[in-house]
C-alpha cells in the first residue's frame, strides 16, 4: 500500500511540474465549454473558430478546433454564451447555451456549407448540466433566489439542495449525505470561509452580489479537499461593461410572527416586539476601462433587534445585532485572455445583550454582554490562456475572524457563571446560567486562515485515445487559532442548583440572581461541582494542509466518459510550547463514469466511487495543547449544605475535594498515527432529459465512515496515570487520555434522490426532489451544541463502561430525516406599460427527526465501582444511560407552504423599482414538532447486570414545548406561525 501511494503521489508531482506556471483556488469559480464541430457530412471538422461573448466576460474568448474537431474554453463566469462556430466556405452557427458554476456546458455543432457569408441563429441542444457530469450538485443562479421566498445567506440557499438537511447542532451548520455537521466546506469565489471550530460560514459576503450557487453532494471532483460533507461554492458579481447596481431595503418586525403555542401559554404572556429590524443592501458595478477593467461594490448595513425571554423568570430582554458589511473587488484583463481580480471585505459585528451559552439558558442580564467580532477578508486572484491547449490559475487569500468583549471581566471567585446540574424538586430542567457570563473577555480569540492554491489545465485529444481535459494543481491551506478559550474571567465556573418555590419557579435573592443551593447531597440537586479552569492566555496553534490533485475527465468514446481523480493531502499541527499534534498524509481517490445509453445523449447512466479525507479541526486537533482546551480540574462540593450567594463555605476551595481533570500537556496524548475520519462513498445514477427541456435523474448514494476520533482511558495502572505539579502546587494523580483513530465506531448513510425540472411553457415550470434517507445510522454521533468533533464513553474506563446497550448503543443518528422534500416554481405575468409581478411559492415537506430515551449525567452504579480496576476517576465520570436503543422515538413531520410576490415596473431604460412581500407558513402550520425529552432513572425498580436501572422516569415537561424552536421552522432559519417579510428597492 505504502509503494502504491508513492507511486501516485510521483505522478501528481510529475505531472505539476511541467506546468509553466503552478497557478485557482480550491474547486472551480467559473465554467467550461467543450464540444465537437463537424462538417456538412459529421466528420470531426479540424481548424473551426469557436468565439464566445458574455456581458459577464472581459472582451470574447476564442479557441480553434483540433485534429478530432474538438475544442475547449475554460474560466468562462457563469451564465448565458453566445457562440460562434466558423469556418472557411461554411455558414457562420450562433447558438445560445447557459454555463454553470463549476460545471461543464457542452455543444456541438455541426456546419453547413454556403455560397454566401451568413450567420444561421439555432437553439442549441446541450445535455441539461445535471446529467453531464458524474459529479452530482445543484445550481442556483441570483435571479431565482431572489425570487423564491427563501433565505438567501449560502447556508440557507444549500438547504434547498437534495441531499442536504440543516437538522444540526448549531445554527449555520448544513449535514450532506450523513456526514458530520462541521465536516463540509463553504467556497466564497474559491475562498474557504468555514469558522475554523463549528464548519459554518462566516459573514463575509453580501447577498445581493451573490451570482451563483453550486451545492456539491457526491462523487465530488479532486479538486476539492479538507472535507467529509459537501461543499457549497458560491460567487459573487465583477461588475461589466455597463453600470448596474441596485439597493434594497429588508424589513422585519417580531410582531409580524404569529405567536407559537407556547407563546400564548406563557404566564405572564410576552407579546413579541412591534421593532422595526432594517437591512440595507446596495451594489454597483461597472467599466473603468471597457472590457479591460472593472470595478464592483456592494454594502450592507444590518441593525437588528431579537425579541429573548430569560428562562423560568420569563421576563423580556432585546439583543441587538449591528453589522457593516463593505466589499470591494476590480476585475481586469491586462492581456486578452488573462484574468487577475482583487477584492477586499470587511464584516465587523457588534452585539448587546448577547447570551454567552445561549438564550436558552440565560436566567439573569448578568450573563449577558455586549460583544464584537471582527471579520475581514481579502482574495486576489489570476486565471490565464497560456495556449490553446493550456489554462492556468492561481489565487491568494487570508481570512481575519475574531472575538472581543465575549465574556466576563471581574475576577472575583463570587463572580464566577452558574450552571445548573440536575432537574430541581420543581421540576425545573437542566442547564440554566446565571450570576455572571460565561468566557474571559481578558483573553480574545482569533481563528484565521491563509490559502495559496493553483491549477493548470491541458486538453488532449487523439483519434484512438479520445478527450482528456487533464487538471493538476495544488493547495496550501492554513488555519489559525489563537487563545485560550477561558471559560471563565474568574477561572471557576460553578455547578449547582437553586432554591425554588412552591410554584416551581427560581427564588431571586436581593440581588435578583437566583438563590444557589450548595451541597453534596442536598435535597432536590445533584450535588455542587466546582471547574476549575486553568487556561494559557494568548496560545497559538497552526495547521497547514498541502495537497496535491490530478483530475482527468476522459472521453473515451461517443458514450463513455470517465472522470478520474485523486487528491494527496499533507496535514501538521504545530502550538504553542513547540507542539506537534498531527503529522500524517492521505492520498484519497475519486472516479466516475458515465454512459449513454441511447448514444443520443439523452439517457445517461452514472456511477462514481470517492474517497474524502475530513477536516483537521481546531478542537480535534488542538486537544493536547492550552489553545482553545484549557486545562481544568474538576472538584466535588464536600459540605457543609447551605444556600445563597453569601454562604461563605462555598467559596472555600478547601471544602472542595478532586474528582477529575484534564491538563492537555501533560496527561493527553495524541497516537503518532492521528489522522481526521475518512469517508468512503459510492453512487448510482440515471438521468433522462425530458422533451420539454427538463430532466429527471435518480441517485443512489451509500456513504460508509472510519478512522473517528476517539479518547481512550484504557490503561488503570501506574503508568496510565500522570501526577500534575504546577507552579509549586499539586493538583493530584490523573488517568491519561490518548486520542486515536477507531474504527469500532460506525456511521452509514444510504439514501435516494429524486430530481426533476419539467417545463410547461415558456414561463411556467415546476422544480423539485425527494430525498429519502434509507440509513443513517451508527453509534457515534461526534458532534453537539458548541462541541464539533467530541469524543464518547467509547473506551473510557471499558471496565466500568462496558454495556455497549446502555452507553452507545446504535439506531438513527441525530440527523436522520426519512424524507424531504421541495418543490418550487416561479412564474412571471407581464403587466405591459404597467410592469410584471413575479408568483413564487414553495413547498417543504420535511418528516420527523428521532430521539432517544437517555438520562444524562448518571454516575456508576455500586457494581461498576466495583468493577474498576484502578482507574482514578472512574468512579466520579459520569455518562448518558439509555433506556432503548438509539434514535428509538419520533418526534412529528410537518409540511409548509412559502410564497412570495414580486412587483416590479421599468421607468427609464434598465431603472426598475420593484416591492416585494414573503409570506412564510401560509397555512399557518403550528404544530408540535419537537418536545421535552427528559428522563431519569427508576431508582425503584429492576437493574441490570451493571447495577443500572431499567426503567425510566419522564421528566414533569415531557412531550411538552419548552421554546418555540419545538414547532415548525420556516425556509429562512427560523421558528413561528405565519410571517410576513417586506423587502423593496429598485435596479439599473
Same mark, same amino acid.
Given at each position: 500500500m505504502a509503494k502504491r501511494s508513492a507511486y501516485v503521489l510521483a505522478i501528481v508531482i510529475a505531472i505539476g511540474s511541467l506546468a509553466p506556471t503552478l497557478a485557482a483556488a480550491q474547486g472551480l469559480q467559473t465554467g467550461t465549454l467543450s464540444g465537437v464541430v463537424k462538417d456538412p457530412d459529421g466528420l470531426p471538422l479540424p481548424g473551426a473558430t469557436v468565439t464566445v461573448t458574455s456581458p459577464g466576460l472581459q472582451g470574447e474568448r476564442t479557441a480553434v478546433t483540433d485534429a478530432i474537431g474538438a475544442y475547449i474554453i475554460r474560466g468562462l463566469p457563469p451564465g448565458t454564451y453566445q457562440v460562434l462556430f466558423q469556418f472557411s466556405g461554411t455558414q457562420d452557427v450562433k447558438q445560445a447555451i447557459d454555463v454553470p458554476l463549476g460545471g461543464l456546458a457542452e455543444l456541438d455543432a455541426t456546419l453547413k456549407l454556403s455560397g454566401v457569408t451568413e450567420t444561421v441563429n439555432v437553439v442549441a441542444d446541450a445535455t441539461p448540466p445535471q446529467l453531464a457530469t458524474t459529479q452530482q450538485s445543484a445550481n442556483y443562479r441570483s435571479e431565482l433566489i431572489s425570487t423564491l421566498p427563501i433565505g438567501r445567506r449560502p447556508f440557507e440557499i444549500a438547504e434547498l439542495a437534495p441531499g442536504v438537511t440543516d437538522n444540526t447542532p448549531n445554527v449555520g451548520q448544513m449535514a450532506i449525505g450523513g456526514a458530520f455537521a462541521f465536516d463540509s466546506i463553504f467556497l466564497i469565489d474559491g475562498v474557504d470561509t468555514n469558522d475554523n471550530l463549528f464548519g459554518n460560514s462566516n459573514n463575509l459576503f453580501v447577498e445581493d452580489a451573490i451570482e451563483e450557487t453550486q451545492v456539491l453532494t457526491s462523487g465530488i471532483s479532486a479538486e476539492f479537499g479538507r472535507f467529509g460533507g459537501g461543499?457549497?461554492?458560491?460567487?459573487?458579481?465583477?461588475?461589466?461593461?455597463?453600470?448596474?447596481?441596485?439597493?434594497?431595503?429588508?424589513?422585519?418586525?417580531?410582531?409580524?410572527?404569529?405567536?407559537? +403555542?407556547?407563546?400564548?401559554?406563557?404566564?405572564?404572556?410576552?407579546?413579541?416586539?412591534?421593532?422595526?429590524?432594517?437591512?440595507?443592501?446596495?451594489?454597483?458595478?461597472?467599466?473603468?476601462?471597457?472590457?479591460?477593467?472593472?470595478?464592483?461594490?456592494?454594502?450592507?448595513?444590518?441593525?437588528?433587534?431579537?425579541?429573548?425571554?430569560?428562562?423560568?423568570?420569563?421576563?423580556?430582554?432585546?439583543?441587538?445585532?449591528?453589522?457593516?458589511?463593505?466589499?470591494?473587488?476590480?476585475?481586469?484583463?491586462?492581456?486578452?485572455?488573462?484574468?487577475?481580480? &482583487?477584492?477586499?471585505?470587511?464584516?465587523?459585528?457588534?452585539?448587546?445583550?448577547?447570551?454567552?451559552?445561549?438564550?436558552?439558558?440565560?436566567? #439573569?442580564?448578568?450573563?449577558?454582554?455586549?460583544?464584537?467580532?471582527?471579520?475581514?477578508?481579502?482574495?486576489?486572484?489570476?486565471?490565464?490562456?497560456?495556449?490553446?491547449?493550456?489554462?492556468?490559475?492561481? =489565487?491568494?487569500? /487570508?481570512?481575519?475572524?475574531g472575538f472581543r468583549n465575549a465574556g466576563g471581566t471581574s475576577t472575583a471567585i463570587t463572580d464566577s457563571p452558574f450552571i445548573t446540574r440536575g432537574v430541581l424538586a420543581g421540576g425545573s430542567p437542566v442547564n440554566r446560567h446565571f450570576n455572571a457570563p460565561y468566557f474571559d473577555a481578558n483573553d480574545p480569540e482569533d481563528r484565521n486562515n491563509k490559502q495559496f492554491a493553483g491549477s493548470v489545465s491541458y486538453f488532449?485529444?487523439?483519434? *484512438?485515445?479520445?478527450?482528456?481535459?487533464?487538471?493538476?494543481?495544488?493547495?496550501?491551506?492554513?488555519?489559525?487559532?489563537?487563545? &485560550?478559550?477561558?471559560?471563565?474571567?474568574?477561572?471557576?465556573?460553578?455547578?449547582?442548583?437553586?432554591?425554588?418555590?412552591?410554584?416551581?419557579?427560581?427564588?431571586?435573592?436581593?440581588?435578583?440572581?437566583?438563590?444557589?443551593?450548595?451541597?453534596?447531597?442536598?435535597?432536590?440537586?445533584?450535588?455542587?461541582?466546582?471547574?476549575?479552569?486553568?487556561?494559557?492566555?494568548?496560545?497559538?496553534?497552526?495547521?497547514?494542509?498541502?495537497?496535491?490533485?490530478?483530475?482527468?475527465?476522459?472521453?473515451?468514446?461517443?458514450?463513455?466518459?470517465?472522470?478520474?481523480?485523486?487528491?494527496?493531502e499533507k496535514v501538521r499541527t504545530d502550538a504553542t510550547g513547540d507542539i506537534v499534534g498531527a503529522?500524517?498524509?492521505?492520498?484519497?481517490?475519486?472516479?466516475?463514469?458515465?454512459?449513454?445509453?441511447?448514444?443520443?445523449?439523452?439517457?445517461?447512466?452514472?456511477?462514481?466511487?470517492?474517497?474524502?479525507?475530513?477536516?483537521?479541526?481546531?478542537?480535534?486537533?488542538?486537544?493536547?495543547?492550552?489553545?482553545?482546551?484549557?486545562?481544568?480540574?474538576?472538584?466535588?462540593?464536600?459540605?457543609?449544605?447551605?444556600?445563597?450567594?453569601?454562604?461563605?463555605?462555598?467559596?472555600?476551595?478547601?471544602?472542595?475535594?478532586?474528582?477529575?481533570?484534564?491538563?492537555?500537556?501533560?496527561?493527553?496524548?495524541?497516537?503518532?498515527?492521528?489522522?481526521?475520519?475518512?469517508?468512503?462513498e459510492f453512487t448510482l445514477a440515471l438521468g433522462r432529459e425530458l422533451k420539454t427541456g427538463g430532466y429527471a435523474k435518480v441517485i443512489y448514494t451509500w456513504r460508509n465512515t472510519s478512522d473517528f476520533i476517539e479518547d481512550l482511558r484504557t490503561d488503570p495502572t501506574a503508568a496510565g496515570k500522570t501526577t500534575v505539579i504546577r507552579d509549586g502546587r499539586n493538583f493530584g494523580t490523573?488517568?491519561?487520555?490518548?486520542?486515536?483513530? #477507531?474504527?469500532? =465506531?460506525?456511521?452509514?448513510?444510504?439514501?435516494?434522490?429524486?430530481?426533476?425540472?419539467?417545463?410547461?411553457?415558456?414561463?411556467?415550470?415546476?422544480?423539485?426532489?425527494?430525498?429519502?434517507?434509507? /440509513?443513517?445510522?451508527?453509534?457515534?454521533?461526534?458532534?453537539?451544541?458548541?462541541?464539533?468533533?467530541?469524543?464518547?464513553?467509547?473506551?473510557?474506563?471499558?471496565?466500568?463502561?462496558?454495556?455497549?446497550?446502555?452507553?452507545?448503543?446504535?439506531?438513527?443518528?441525530?440527523?436522520?430525516?426519512?424524507? /424531504?422534500?421541495?418543490?418550487? #416554481? *416561479?412564474?412571471? =405575468? *407581464?403587466?405591459?406599460?404597467?410592469?410584471?409581478?413575479?408568483?413564487? +411559492?414553495?413547498?417543504?415537506?420535511?418528516?420527523?427527526?428521532?430521539?432517544?430515551?437517555?438520562?444524562?449525567?448518571?454516575?456508576?452504579?455500586?457494581?461498576?465501582?466495583?468493577?474498576?480496576?484502578?482507574?482514578?476517576?472512574?468512579?466520579?465520570?459520569?455518562?448518558?444511560?439509555?433506556?432503548?436503543?438509539?434514535?428509538?422515538?419520533?418526534?412529528?413531520?410537518?409540511?409548509?407552504?412559502?410564497?412570495?410576490?414580486?412587483?416590479?415596473?421599468?421607468?427609464? /431604460?434598465?431603472?426598475?423599482?420593484?416591492?416585494?412581500?414573503?409570506?412564510?407558513?401560509?397555512?399557518?402550520?403550528?404544530?408540535?414538532? =419537537?418536545w421535552d425529552t427528559t428522563v431519569t432513572r427508576d431508582l425503584t425498580g429492576p437493574v441490570d447486570a451493571i447495577g443500572q436501572p431499567i426503567n425510566y422516569i419522564k421528566g414533569p415537561n415531557f412531550g411538552k414545548a419548552t421554546a418555540s424552536t419545538n414547532y415548525p421552522r420556516w425556509s429562512s432559519g427560523e421558528n413561528g406561525g405565519r410571517t410576513i417579510r417586506l423587502a423593496m428597492g429598485i435596479r439599473f
Open positions: 461543499v457549497v461554492n458560491v460567487i459573487t458579481r465583477s461588475g461589466g461593461n455597463q453600470f448596474h447596481g441596485g439597493f434594497r431595503t429588508n424589513l422585519s418586525r417580531p410582531s409580524w410572527t404569529d405567536e407559537t +403555542p407556547f407563546e400564548d401559554a406563557r404566564v405572564p404572556f410576552v407579546p413579541r416586539s412591534s421593532v422595526l429590524s432594517k437591512n440595507y443592501e446596495g451594489t454597483v458595478g461597472g467599466p473603468i476601462i471597457l472590457n479591460r477593467l472593472w470595478f464592483f461594490n456592494a454594502d450592507r448595513y444590518q441593525d437588528a433587534q431579537t425579541d429573548n425571554v430569560f428562562a423560568e423568570f420569563s421576563g423580556p430582554y432585546t439583543t441587538g445585532t449591528k453589522n457593516k458589511r463593505v466589499e470591494l473587488k476590480l476585475t481586469g484583463s491586462p492581456i486578452p485572455n488573462h484574468t487577475v481580480s &482583487g477584492s477586499y471585505l470587511n464584516s465587523p459585528t457588534e452585539n448587546t445583550n448577547l447570551a454567552t451559552i445561549n438564550t436558552t439558558m440565560s436566567m #439573569t442580564a448578568s450573563t449577558l454582554v455586549d460583544r464584537q467580532t471582527p471579520n475581514k477578508l481579502w482574495v486576489m486572484s489570476y486565471n490565464g490562456v497560456m495556449s490553446n491547449k493550456v489554462f492556468a490559475t492561481f =489565487q491568494w487569500s /487570508k481570512k481575519d475572524f488532449l485529444t487523439n483519434r *484512438s485515445a479520445g478527450r482528456h481535459d487533464l487538471k493538476t494543481g495544488f493547495e496550501h491551506f492554513t488555519s489559525f487559532r489563537n487563545g &485560550g478559550n477561558s471559560q471563565s474571567a474568574t477561572g471557576y465556573v460553578f455547578r449547582t442548583d437553586y432554591m425554588v418555590g412552591a410554584d416551581g419557579k427560581p427564588i431571586a435573592g436581593s440581588d435578583g440572581e437566583p438563590i444557589p443551593i450548595w451541597g453534596g447531597n442536598a435535597a432536590g440537586t445533584a450535588g455542587t461541582r466546582l471547574e476549575n479552569w486553568i487556561p494559557t492566555r494568548g496560545a497559538t496553534l497552526n495547521i497547514k494542509t498541502l495537497s496535491l490533485y490530478l483530475q482527468d475527465r476522459w472521453q473515451a468514446g461517443n458514450r463513455l466518459t470517465m472522470d478520474l481523480g485523486v487528491r494527496y503529522d500524517t498524509n492521505s492520498v484519497v481517490p475519486r472516479l466516475g463514469a458515465s454512459f449513454d445509453v441511447e448514444g443520443n445523449g439523452r439517457t445517461i447512466a452514472q456511477a462514481t466511487y470517492a474517497r474524502y479525507s475530513g477536516r483537521f479541526t481546531e478542537r480535534a486537533f488542538g486537544r493536547n495543547t492550552n489553545v482553545g482546551t484549557p486545562s481544568q480540574v474538576l472538584l466535588g462540593y464536600t459540605g457543609p449544605n447551605g444556600q445563597g450567594m453569601d454562604f461563605a463555605p462555598a467559596f472555600d476551595l478547601a471544602n472542595y475535594t478532586v474528582l477529575s481533570g484534564s491538563f492537555p500537556t501533560a496527561n493527553v496524548f495524541f497516537d503518532p498515527n492521528l489522522t481526521s475520519p475518512k469517508t468512503n490523573f488517568d491519561n487520555i490518548v486520542w486515536a483513530n #477507531t474504527n469500532d =465506531q460506525t456511521r452509514t448513510y444510504q439514501g435516494l434522490q429524486f430530481l426533476s425540472r419539467v417545463r410547461f411553457t415558456q414561463k411556467l415550470f415546476v422544480e423539485g426532489h425527494w430525498t429519502l434517507q434509507i /440509513k443513517n445510522y451508527g453509534n457515534f454521533e461526534g458532534e453537539a451544541a458548541n462541541q464539533p468533533g467530541n469524543g464518547s464513553i467509547w473506551f473510557d474506563y471499558p471496565e466500568v463502561f462496558s454495556s455497549e446497550a446502555r452507553y452507545y448503543p446504535s439506531g438513527p443518528l441525530d440527523e436522520f430525516q426519512r424524507h /424531504k422534500v421541495r418543490i418550487w #416554481t *416561479s412564474y412571471n =405575468q *407581464s403587466l405591459g406599460r404597467f410592469g410584471s409581478v413575479d408568483i413564487a +411559492p414553495i413547498w417543504r415537506i420535511n418528516s420527523g427527526l428521532t430521539y432517544s430515551l437517555a438520562a444524562t449525567g448518571v454516575p456508576p452504579s455500586a457494581i461498576q465501582i466495583a468493577a474498576n480496576p484502578g482507574y482514578q476517576s472512574a468512579n466520579t465520570n459520569t455518562a448518558t444511560l439509555f433506556f432503548a436503543d438509539r434514535g428509538s422515538e419520533s418526534f412529528k413531520g410537518y409540511g409548509l407552504l412559502d410564497m412570495s410576490f414580486r412587483y416590479g415596473v421599468p421607468i427609464w /431604460k434598465t431603472v426598475q423599482p420593484w416591492i416585494q412581500t414573503q409570506i412564510y407558513n401560509v397555512l399557518n402550520n403550528q404544530k408540535l414538532i =419537537q
